[in-house]
């Protein structure tokens, strides 16, 4: 099936800063890319829906300023937080249709700790 | 407003036997769904899909039904083993949009 990579898969920092999650569909191209929170048991919440060459639309409650999504390519989608503070400490999850559009395939996640 | 419900938290079932997870939606817009498996820090892993013209979809030993008049989808796993252990979630999707996640079962298979 098709690949969706996400790149760090892990990342600390302290409060007030910026992190960037980049996520690549590997083998196919997607125009169009999401991407997901999941807290602690809980389930996957979808944030915003990337759009290449358009800007995102976000889901009602997040901010779209301080989740910054650039769609740069067919195969590359960016997720900034901006100023991180401790709340954002979360596993974010992107994904993509393939191009059949029969399956939603996920990446690996990247689990991110505010300091 | 949850759109895809999941209402049991977990489910208990003895190794070979047939584990079953039931799924049920509000929205009808919905016209595919999609059922996942997922472990502790891992994204999701795809398991099986259907189409709303369809009330039926196997694959292996994951079969997939769907009743639209009641809005219920359930996931049968047979025979189930121990490495079926983890949490599924139902999802749904209208016209291959963005998808909805359910809260998720915890299925625990018993030696």
């Known amino acids: 099936g098709a690949v969706v990579s996400q790149h760090p898969s892990r990342v600390i920092c302290k409060s007030g800063t910026s992190v960037k999650i980049e996520c690549r569909s590997l083998d196919f191209q997607a125009t169009t890319m999401f991407w997901y929170r999941q807290f602690p048991k809980q389930s996957l919440m979808l944030m915003a829906t990337?759009?290449?060459?358009?800007?995102?639309?976000?889901e009602q409650g997040v901010e779209k300023d301080k989740f910054l999504i650039n769609h740069a390519s067919l195969t590359l989608s960016t997720l900034t937080v901006t100023s991180a503070h401790p709340e954002d400490s979360s596993f974010y999850i992107c994904?993509?249709?393939?191009?059949?559009?029969?399956?939603?395939?996920f990446g690996p996640g990247t689990r991110l700790l505010v300091l | 407003d949850q759109q895809v419900k999941q209402n049991s938290p977990s489910l208990s079932v003895q190794e070979g036997r047939i584990s079953i997870l039931n799924c049920d939606y509000t929205?009808?817009?919905?016209?595919?769904f999609l059922w996942y498996k997922k472990y502790p820090a891992e994204g999701p892993t795809f398991l099986i899909s259907i189409s709303s013209i369809k009330d039926k979809n196997e694959d292996g030993r994951f079969t997939v039904f769907l009743n639209k008049s009641a809005k219920h989808l359930s996931l049968h796993i047979v025979p189930s083993q121990p490495g079926d252990s983890a949490v599924y979630f139902c999802a749904a999707s209208a016209s291959r949009d963005k998808i909805i996640f359910g809260k998720g079962t915890r299925l625990h298979i018993l030696p």
């Open positions: 990337s759009n290449e060459g358009s800007k995102a639309t976000y």
């Open positions: 929205n009808s817009m919905f016209d595919y």
């Open positions: 994904s993509a249709w393939d191009q059949q559009g029969e399956t939603q395939y």
